[in-house]
């Protein structure tokens, strides 16, 4: 439906220039010829529609057999050059025959006398008018290819997209799974309805990450929801050692971010944080908007004495990195990523535009 409005809209511009042109030359071979307005307008409107007709047709197909980046520009020059001469002579031929015509029918003085200046005139019009013809048809060649081009170009960021979530998800630390499997063994013999519980959780995180598209965002919500699964798994592997602050600003909620942005943020909180005391400790997240901007917090506590996440501060996450990566091809300079450890919490922030999708 598309193509066929944009293919019935550029017909009727175009028509419509050669009409203003016939009301051009009309005019000028009304007040130059010495016949009347009305006679000259029947004269040249038909002969003008006829020429773009042929004009039409014949440079179109000639600009497909002819590319510019396959033939070589005296070829091209060439071809054109004699096909505007020879149309340009039919057109002087069929104005000929049309005005004969009209001097058979018309009364005495009343008809168009096809003179020699007018014949000249309208053959330098002609091949002038072929030639710009061949020019506009190159031009909508060459702006279809760009489009086309265009368009391959975000199928193909598209497809980079979710083989960029693809692997995502296959980075999900298998340690995660792996000792969530081997709590869920221990949790068997003690307490199996807890050992029930945790499975149930780790189905639903997988069964939400595999139900995500990398091209198609998901509201704040939805992330913060895909982010309580993993906490839930990983409080039943930590117990009381892993605490959890969240503060979600409600207007922030229904802005739109891509999959999983946050919830690798929290897994490195986890593993890179909690995971190294012995004592535990705290992950917040803190989520705000601020007028047209989302910012997003993740903090978490990290050993005084220990260099893990100094390795996160420097960006050799393989989480964070993966995040920086997706934002900037979603967002480019748009959206930061500032990650920094202040005595003992490690601390990443992101800001990205507040879009709702309205």
């Not at 175009?14 to 030359?25: D, P, S």
Request: glycine content about 10%; some cysteine; proline content about 4%.
């Amino acid at each position: 439906m598309g193509g066929g409005f944009w293919a019935r809209r550029g017909a009727a511009l175009y028509l419509a220039a050669w009409l203003m042109l016939g009301l051009m030359l009309a005019g000028l071979l009304s007040a130059t010829g010495g016949a009347g307005l009305a006679p000259s307008l029947l004269f040249v409107l038909p002969l003008v529609l006829v020429y773009a007709a042929v004009c039409g047709f014949s440079a179109y197909y000639l600009c497909r057999a002819y590319p510019l980046a396959r033939k070589s520009t005296p070829a091209v020059l060439g071809v054109f050059f004699l096909t505007a001469v020879c149309a340009a002579l039919l057109w002087c031929a069929a104005a000929s025959g049309w005005a004969a015509w009209w001097q058979w029918l018309a009364p005495a003085g009343d008809g168009v006398t096809m003179s020699r200046p007018l014949t000249a005139v309208m053959f330098g019009v002609g091949v002038l008018l072929y030639g710009m013809t061949a020019c506009a048809h190159y031009l909508a060649l060459e702006f279809e290819r760009a489009r086309g081009l265009e368009r391959r170009e975000l199928e193909l960021k598209l497809l980079a997209q979710d083989a960029e979530l693809r692997m995502l998800r296959t980075q999900v630390d298998p340690h995660f799974l792996f000792n969530s499997l081997n709590s869920i063994s221990a949790l068997t013999a003690i307490d199996a309805g807890a050992a029930r519980d945790m499975t149930l959780q780790l189905a639903g995180f997988f069964r939400h990450t595999l139900g995500l598209e990398a091209h198609r965002k998901v509201t704040l919500a939805q992330e913060v929801a895909l982010v309580g699964r993993f906490v839930a798994i990983e409080q039943v592997r930590f117990g009381p050692r892993l605490g959890v602050e969240r503060h979600v600003d409600r207007e922030a909620e229904a802005c739109l971010l891509p999959p999983m942005i946050l919830q690798p943020l929290v897994e490195n909180a986890v593993k890179h944080g909690i995971g190294q005391l012995p004592e535990g400790g705290v992950v917040r997240v803190h989520v705000e908007r601020a007028g047209s901007r989302l910012r997003l917090r993740v903090e978490n506590d990290v050993d005084p004495d220990g260099a893990d996440g100094t390795n996160a501060a420097a960006g050799g996450g393989v989480g964070l990195a993966n995040v920086r990566a997706r934002l900037l091809a979603e967002y480019g300079i748009d959206a930061s990523v500032h990650a920094a450890r202040v005595d003992n919490i490690f601390r990443v922030e992101l800001a990205l535009p507040a879009d709702t999708g309205e």
